[in-house]
């Protein structure tokens, strides 16, 4: 029995088109990063807050975020997570920044002695 020339060409094309299935498209243009409290905000030593950070895309549609990236500008003033919880560690002040789709927002704490 004669099979069909496209027997052969069907793993080819299967391959083709998994190869083409990549996560560039899945890429969020973020408009505006903004993080809650944005200022001011004092903890005590050992003492923990959560920082809150949302998105918006270009039509101002909200944006799940996961997998946000959380700094602090003075990690011996403060610790944080990577869901935004801060601890403080010893008196001062330092920025809480978070990172997300090219885009950053920062605010400020204070931590002191409770």
């Known amino acids: 029995m004669r099979r069909p020339f496209f027997h052969k060409l069907t793993p080819s094309l299967f391959l083709i088109a998994v190869a083409g ?3 560039s498209s899945t890429e969020v243009d973020v408009r505006a ?12 030593v ?16 909200q944006i799940d975020i996961a997998g946000a990236e959380w700094s602090v500008g ?4 403060a ?3 990577g869901r935004g919880m801060v ?5 001062g002040t330092t920025d809480v920044t978070v990172r997300y789709g090219g885009r950053s927002a920062t605010a400020n704490l204070e931590v002191y002695v409770p």
């Open 21 to 23: 299935c990549g996560n």
């Open 33 to 44: 990063l903004s993080i809650s409290p944005d200022q001011g905000l004092v903890v005590g």
């Open 46 to 61: 050992s003492g923990t807050t959560l920082f809150m950070a949302a998105a918006v895309d270009a039509s101002g549609m």
């Open 74 to 77: 003075d990690a011996g003033v």
């Open 79 to 81: 610790r944080i997570d």
């Open 87 to 91: 601890t403080g560690v010893t008196p």
